[in-house]
């Protein structure tokens, strides 16, 4: 191959690596996606009360995550935006998870959290972030956060750069799923006991 020809091949194959990078959700050719059959809209479409709910309201007694995104919210649907309230009562975790569809830009309103990603090389970062600092967790990484104070709760608000991030638990998704015992005690090198003890606490 000439050098011009692989010149132009590099440049292509960049510009097509560059499109993956920036890759979110699809593109919309219109300003917004309304619902098969919707009747007409107006800003309440565009409006998500379901917060209001956590107005002026005691503590919950354990951890609480309350979503909008396009399922709670369907005018975020081609929107590429949704966001989350995480509320931790003293000593809560949110569970070792995952975002595959978005980075998470979490946004600590009250409290102070311990935060931490694994990266794909299994390097840990931690923060003990204090109220009013902002984390981001990268796209798709393994992630926590957990409230280590005892007395006062955590409050944090979250954003995502997808309509539909989605989580993945690990907790859920590898033990609490029909994943076979034994393809788990392999996958941990352990035994089917000790599978079925880590399955029992997970279920009901
Ligand atoms: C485990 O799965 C069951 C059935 O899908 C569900 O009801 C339960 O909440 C799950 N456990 C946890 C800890 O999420």
């Known amino acids: 191959m000439d050098f011009a020809k692989k010149t132009l091949l590099l440049i292509i194959s960049s510009l097509f690596m ?9 593109d919309i050719l219109t300003d917004f996606v309304l619902p ?7 800003a309440n479409f565009f409006t998500f009360t379901g917060m209001r709910a956590l107005v002026s309201v005691p503590v919950p007694p354990t951890f609480k995550v309350v979503k909008a995104t396009m399922e709670q919210f369907p005018a975020l649907n081609g ?27 979490l946004f600590l309103v009250q409290g102070s959290l311990e935060v931490g990603f694994v990266d794909s090389t299994n390097k840990l970062f ?9 984390f981001v967790f990268p796209k798709g990484l393994v992630h926590f956060q957990y409230n280590v104070d005892a007395k006062n709760p955590a409050l944090a608000i979250s954003g995502f750069g997808s309509a539909n991030a989605g989580t993945v638990s690990l ?4 033990f ?3 994943i076979d015992d034994s393809v788990l005690a392999m996958s941990f090198k352990t035994d089917v006991p000790t599978i079925q003890k880590l399955k029992a606490g997970l279920q009901g």
């Open 18 to 26: 560059i499109q993956i990078a920036i890759a979110g959700d699809p």
């Open 36 to 42: 098969p059959n919707s009747p007409p809209i107006d």
């Open 79 to 105: 929107q590429s935006v949704s966001s989350a309230v995480l509320i931790f009562p003293p000593g809560s975790v949110n569970p070792v998870h995952t975002h595959p569809r978005s980075a998470e830009l």
């Open 126 to 134: 931690t923060q003990t972030l204090q109220q009013g600092d902002i």
């Open 171 to 174: 907790p859920n998704t590898l």
């Open 176 to 178: 609490n799923s029909t």
